[in-house]
T-cell receptor, first 114, second 113 residues
């Protein structure tokens, strides 16, 4: 398996623009997680899905952030409008409950909002 | 609420020397504990995990960690560090699903030749 695939790897956008980050989880995994990593706050869990259904979005910082999982092989994290303080590395991870529960992380998307 | 403290922000060791990275956790029940490594520009890779049983767990790349309930600690060790071990290391505590873990702030390891 190719692992968790995120795109794009790097994104530079202007303040006020809409940004969409994409994630393809490992096939067969029924949990998907979105994390944000910053120097100030470290790794924060933003939202996670189980069987494509959002279970806990309490980590989503503001209404400007939204996430969807239309099917088992694709998820998006959208920021609209983007702000400079949204600059961070966003990670997607997936796993399958019932196994060892190890979370498999993608390589991340480095977002810069100027 | 669960929390993780990694007291050392940055550690420098010489190649071939032993390594210990500290991790202290706060958790209301029996914790599930993890150590991840992150190389620059990469995602996190699981080194090892503790769920139950033997308190000394072995991981990949020659790492091990020991769970000490009395000290609320889960320190990571390696007897002989290689230059390729230079990276950032994260300790995490969570429920049954590793993806819902709370992560520490990380420890950056520098390896001197």
């Amino acid at each position: 398996d190719a692992g968790v695939i995120q795109s794009p790897r790097h994104e530079v956008t202007e303040m006020g623009q809409e940004v969409t980050l994409r994630c393809k989880p490992i096939s067969g995994h029924d949990y998907l997680f979105w994390y944000r990593q910053t120097m100030m706050r470290g790794l924060e869990l933003l939202i996670y899905f189980n069987n494509n259904v959002p279970i806990d979005d309490s980590g989503m910082p503001e209404d400007r952030f939204s996430a969807k999982m239309p099917n088992a092989s694709f998820s998006t994290l959208k920021i609209q409008p983007s702000e400079p303080r949204d600059s961070a590395v966003y990670f997607c991870a997936s796993n399958r409950q019932g196994q060892s529960s190890e979370a498999f992380f993608g390589q991340g998307t480095r977002l810069t909002v100027v | 609420a669960q929390s993780v403290t990694q007291p050392d922000i940055h550690i420098t060791v010489s190649e071939g020397a032993s390594l210990e990275l500290r991790c202290n956790y706060s958790y209301g029940a029996t914790p599930y504990l993890f150590w991840y490594v992150q190389s620059p520009g990469q995602g996190l890779q699981l080194l090892l995990k503790y769920f139950s049983g033997d308190t000394l767990v072995q991981g990949i790349k020659g790492f091990e960690a020991e769970f000490k309930r009395s000290q609320s600690s889960f320190n990571l060790r390696k007897p002989s560090v290689h230059w390729s071990d230079a990276a950032e290391y994260f300790c995490a505590v969570g429920a049954t699903n590793a993806g819902k873990s709370t992560f520490g702030d990380g420890t950056t390891l520098t390896v001197k030749p």
